[in-house]
């Protein structure tokens, strides 16, 4: 059984950071694209970043200089490192394998508030 298990959410100040956490069990992931998406109340599910089997990385316009995707792939993991946090970064945040089926975490909220 594929499980994908975020972690590393919480409140953080605007201008804080935080560093999410994916770990995938069920499945060896140096294989496949990784992605993180986000979705805030009442808004659809957006793509954020995405980290190539190869190490590539490209991310959307409004996180890019702010957000580092990263892999350990010895440990199975992706991570997301948010730095310069802004209110409108408050999301669930969710990690995707993109393996022959895409394969979703549960979820870690990411609350930025003063």
């Known amino acids: 059984q594929v499980r994908l298990v975020e972690s590393g959410g919480g409140l953080a100040q605007p201008g804080g950071s935080l560093r999410l956490s994916c770990v995938a069990s069920?499945?060896?992931?140096?294989?496949?694209?990784m992605g993180w998406y986000r979705q805030a109340p009442g808004k659809e599910r957006e793509w954020v970043a995405v980290i190539t089997s190869d190490g590539d990385t490209n991310y959307s316009d409004s996180v890019k200089g702010r957000f580092t995707i990263s892999r350990d792939n010895a440990k199975n993991t992706v991570y997301l490192q948010m730095n310069s946090l802004k209110p409108e970064d408050t999301a669930v945040y969710y990690c995707q394998c993109a393996s022959d089926y895409n394969y979703w975490g549960q979820g870690t909220q990411v609350t930025v508030s003063s």
């Open positions: 069920g499945i060896i992931i140096d294989i496949y694209d």
